[in-house]
């Protein structure tokens, strides 16, 4: 068996060696060999500089690690095709650059990818932090995203509706202890059979500059009749919006035309369906007052929290005024801390946090907003 990896750097060089590293420390050799290729869109000399030397240095130096230096930023799917196309493998591992596997999660995840002949996909739980207390959410199905963005930007009371059952379905993955059987999977950490996608139409469409590439594929994955998994034994960290931290705006822009393109690909009757029903609950639903304009904390905090939430709880935060999608931190006792280092990581803006209990049908909840801001 042969894996290959495929790291796209984009102005993250030093994340990008760790997450190199991760992958050399967490594999299994008894499982076969492993090439890494790492693409650089960063049109910098200096990141390059960085990752040759970190590539050298002891424990990556007898690695088979190839680096490809693109002269401008070809875009995330052009340029993992660039490394699919250089290898041939039984499994491809793709990884954010500022993401990194936990010890052992690749031979876990090569295991259970090949266990059953239509599993397509297999991904490890993801969190935020290195103390791995904070979960990022599932990846969203491209139906439910197609019926949240027809409705508009007003807050309303069906997006409530939408934010519950969200939960509902992020919590049953959260607490997971089993493999998972999803609908949508992330491409900043993800093992693929290799097989798998040849059968359903090759890597990445290189019409996606940046954004929704992997929802494409893994749609596509589905149609071609594999299984998507998210495997909870096996983890990894993505720090989170680590690669240009300098150029958000930029890459955000990419967000909506990704999402055109790929609704114009995949427009199902399903998902249209969707839209519709959601353009018709917008005219039909009175707006109210988002948590989001609430007054703001802007600094680090701690909280005290009540005893009606029960000895274990959910602390949730997100940019989303409904949550929609959240990451999340299982907790236990009567105080919440969000320490400065958590702080720190955190790209500038708004968000909302709550604390719901986690049993139960009815939701208790306690809202409250942070302000980050650039040099806070």
Same mark, same amino acid.
């Given at each position: ?18 997450? *190199?590293? $991760? ?32 590539? $050298? ?8 690690? /190839?680096?490809?230096?693109? !002269?401008? @930023? ?6 993992? @095709? ?10 491809? &591992? ?13 031979? *876990?995840?090569?295991? *259970? ?30 139906? #439910? ?21 969200? /939960?509902?379905?992020?919590?049953? =993955? ?7 059987? *999803? ?10 059979? /290799? ?14 500059? &940046? =954004? =929704? ?26 720090? =989170? ?18 999402? !055109? ?14 839209? !519709?029903?959601?353009?018709? #609950? ?40 409904? #949550? ?9 006792? !009567?105080?919440?801390? #969000? ?22 049908? /009815? ?11 650039? @040099?806070?």
């Amino acid at each position: 068996m042969k894996l290959l990896g495929i790291v796209v750097n984009y102005k993250a060089a030093d994340y990008c060696i760790k997450a *190199v590293r $991760s992958i050399v420390e967490s594999a299994d050799p008894s499982l076969g060999s492993m090439v890494i290729v790492v693409v650089d869109n960063s049109r910098d000399r200096s990141q390059v500089e960085i990752l040759e030397k970190g590539f $050298s240095q002891d424990g990556l130096a007898g690695a088979d690690i /190839r680096l490809v230096v693109n !002269r401008e @930023n070809r875009g995330f799917g052009r340029a993992c @095709n660039q490394a699919f196309d250089m290898v041939e493998s039984d499994m491809v &591992l793709l990884l954010n650059p500022d993401a990194r596997l936990l010890p052992g999660a690749l031979g *876990v995840m090569e295991k *259970v990818l090949f266990s059953h002949p239509l599993t397509g996909a297999v991904a490890p739980r993801i969190f935020w932090d290195d103390d791995c207390r904070v979960m990022l959410p599932p990846s969203m199905p491209p139906w #439910f995203s197609a019926f949240l963005s027809s409705l508009g930007e007003n807050p309303w009371n069906m997006r409530r509706l939408a934010s519950w059952l969200w /939960r509902r379905y992020a919590l049953k =993955y959260w607490q997971a202890h089993t493999p998972v059987t *999803v609908s949508n999977l992330s491409g900043g950490a993800v093992l693929l059979k /290799r097989e798998a996608v040849e059968r359903s139409g090759g890597l990445f469409d290189e019409d996606f500059f &940046l =954004y =929704y590439e992997d929802t494409d594929l893994f749609h596509r994955l589905k149609k071609a009749g594999f299984h998507l998994v998210m495997e909870p034994t096996a983890g990894a960290v993505h720090y =989170y919006d680590q690669c240009g931290r300098d150029e958000l705006a930029f890459k955000r822009s990419f967000m909506v035309q990704s999402e !055109r393109i790929f609704y114009a690909k995949h427009g199902s009757l399903v998902m249209k369906g969707w839209q !519709r029903a959601g353009k018709l #609950f917008n005219r039909c639903h009175g707006r109210e007052k988002p948590l989001s304009q609430a007054s703001a904390l802007t600094a680090p905090f701690t909280m005290d929290i009540p005893s009606k939430f029960g000895d274990r709880w959910l602390f949730e935060w997100s940019p989303d005024p409904y #949550f929609l999608t959240a990451a999340a931190r299982i907790c236990q006792g !009567r105080a919440l801390g #969000f320490s400065k280092a958590d702080w720190d990581k955190l790209s500038p803006g708004r968000y909302v946090g709550r604390i719901t209990s986690l049993k139960g049908w /009815r939701l208790k909840t306690m809202g409250f907003v942070w302000d980050k801001k650039d @040099n806070a």
